[in-house]
């Protein structure tokens, strides 16, 4: 694949066959994502790649705690509730998606079925929980860096056929994530990542996401036209 065919045919997936993904495989997705670049070279990431029982307990206790009414334990800061346009493009992301899957509004029932998919990890194979040196803390650099290497990992699994989906639902409930995953108390994490074959016949996964434009975006000083 193209560059330009791996990011503009990327998309979030959020349904997966029931088909095992080979770990060299995954550890090939993964040395492509490392060459992101990061503040001077400090390459903070670490990698927990779960999948099998592990993962099947991460599930479980993640939905028995979501439902339990447990309260967010993620290990950054969420800031303040998003509002104006950042609210509405939230909103419209959510459409697209209850619209592809055929949930309506007053359904509350399927809503919360979907919320639980994302504490489920989207029954993915494989997720891959990101954490930095928890030496870095305090700074916004190592998130930064994450991100990075995650925007790298998602772009390389796509060239490779498999579909991810960056999951902030999935270590929602960071203890269980880190018990079972058996995160040492010297990483902090970041996020992690749902991954696997896409199943072409799940509607959310057709849904292609839109984006503001570059004028929106980009101001430019200092050219002559
Ligand atoms: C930091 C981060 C956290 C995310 N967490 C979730 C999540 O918890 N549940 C979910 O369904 N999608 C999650 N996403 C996926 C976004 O909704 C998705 O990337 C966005 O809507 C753009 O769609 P696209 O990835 O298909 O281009 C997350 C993405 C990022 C970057």
Redesign the pocket.
Known sequence: MQFDDVVLG???I?GFLKKPVPKDLIREVLALAMRAPTSLNTQPWNFHVVGGAVLDRIRAGNVQRNLAGVPDSREFRMGPPLGGVHRERQIG?AKQLFAAMGIAREDTAARQDWVLR?FRQFDAPVSIVVTYDRALQGSDIAPFDC?GV?NCLVNAAWSRGLGC??????IMQSPVVRAEAGIPDDQVIQ?CVAMGWPDDSFPANA???TRKSVDEAAVFRGFDD
Do not use: E, K, P, Y
Request: proline residues 0%; without cysteine.
């Open positions: 990327r998309r979030s959020r992301i994302g991100g995650v989906v960056i999951n902030s639902q999935g996020t849904v292609v996401s």
